[in-house]
């Protein structure tokens, strides 16, 4: 299996590039919205449905959830709150919840529901069954 196709980096107007979600997207500034280098990381199948693994895409450690209803999610792979194993954490539709001290934080944006500080998310999508993370 090859890995996904990368194009240069290009400034792009978000929401005008119906092409592929896992191009190199990057604008000027500081922009929050900023996408990253798409790196495959493993096999869909690594990941039993409801659980998370712990993968490393370009040098940085992510969390990768396949939940029941087949979405991915990716994840900083560490905790904010002390470091605990978030790949190791229990899943549902909406939130991760920290297997150590059960702080939770929404797939969505990252930000706690439990006045953590927020986790970083990073886009997943599947590719010919592997798991491309967008760092
Ligand atoms: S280490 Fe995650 S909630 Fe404390």
Known sequence: MSAPHLEAARPTTPGTDPGSPATDVRTPGPAPALRGEAYAVGRVDEVPPGEGRAFVAG???VAVFRLRDGSLHATQAACPHAGGPLA???TDVD???CP???YAYRWRDGASTSGAAPI???PVHE???EIVVEV
Request: hydrophobic fraction near 40%.
């Open 95 to 97: 939130v991760l919840v």
């Open 59 to 61: 040098g940085v450690q």
């Open 88 to 90: 190791d954490g229990q």
């Open 120 to 122: 970083r998310v990073y």
């Open 127 to 129: 590719s010919g069954g």
């Open 100 to 102: 150590l001290h059960l």
